[in-house]
């Protein structure tokens, strides 16, 4: 587990796993011990479907065990960390041994989200609130609160810090793909960019991808309303360094809050991470 400060007190957990980290994920035959009850009963058509579900799922795991290791001196069982997802797609992550009334009791504080491409996932938490030794309460949330894009409801207030996460590998892609996903701004950046062309529509699809997550919309958001703006590089940088967000008019009064954004390059792969946060967050080097 790596972090990566914020400046507000607050610390963003990250991970990277692959295959070669789980290599039971690649038996089809196997139900892998560390899953719940809940979670082993989840079946898939599509058998690339299960494992990227699987690796998303261990590597989840392994950051909040990690994470409340670090935290609370306390290390739960993998298959006692439940990673769910709520009505709108968004993961959240629960320890069913701290719930005495069910799962929900036992959710933890926490904006998690989860991503993976050919064979790697990443994972990245940040607390919404500090679990301390495990005091956790009732963090239910309001019945009734809805998303003003999908009228799909949410579980948690995006007034907390609100995570994004998302790893992509780094490769061309078609004319088209920069037309119809990306901002006039970010088209005209991309075309002034050189050699690293590949490179930036990677970082800017990523960082859009980053940013929905952490508004828990996902692709029900028109792309182009989202603006991700990268520093000029020769190559995609090997620490966490910012790039800027801005969304339109519309989606900021819907979402009011001020973004922060940080990537860097990971071998063949990009990773983003945005944070939607009540004021601004900045990184440390």
Not at 57 to 72: F, P
Request: proline letters at 6%; one cysteine or more; aromatic letters at 10%.
């Amino acid at each position: 587990m790596r972090t990566a400060p914020t400046g507000r007190g607050n610390v963003i957990h990250w991970l990277i796993q692959s295959f070669d980290d789980c290599p039971d994920i690649l038996r089809g035959d196997v139900t892998p011990a560390w899953l719940g009850a809940a979670e082993q009963a989840r079946t898939f058509k599509i058998e690339k479907r299960r494992r990227d579900w699987l690796l998303g799922r261990w590597t989840a795991k392994h950051l909040v065990q990690r994470y409340l290791a670090q935290t609370t001196r306390e290390t739960p069982d993998l298959a006692t960390i439940l990673i769910g997802a709520d009505a709108d797609g968004a993961p959240y992550a629960s320890c069913e041994r701290r719930g005495a009334k069910g799962e929900e009791e036992g959710r933890l504080p926490l904006s998690l989200s989860i991503s993976h491409s050919h064979g790697t996932a990443f994972c990245g938490l940040i607390e919404s609130r500090r679990v301390g030794d495990y005091e956790i309460g009732d963090w239910r949330g309001t019945p009734d609160l809805q998303s003003p894009i999908s009228n799909l409801p949410i579980s948690q207030s995006l007034n907390f810090p609100s995570l994004g996460c998302d790893i992509e590998f780094i490769e061309p892609r078609e004319p088209n793909f920069v037309s119809d996903f990306f901002a006039a701004e970010e088209m005209a950046a991309v075309a002034a960019a050189g050699v690293q062309q590949a490179a930036l529509v990677t970082a800017i699809w990523s960082a859009k991808e980053a940013v929905l997550k952490a508004l828990r919309e996902g692709l029900r958001i028109d792309t182009r309303r989202i603006i991700c703006r990268f520093d000029a590089f020769d190559r995609p940088p090997r620490d966490w360094t910012p790039f800027a967000v801005s969304v339109d008019e519309e989606l900021a009064t819907h979402f009011p809050g001020a973004w922060s954004g940080w990537w860097r390059g990971e071998g063949a792969f990009v990773l983003t991470m945005a944070v939607l946060d009540s004021s601004e967050c900045t990184t440390e080097a």
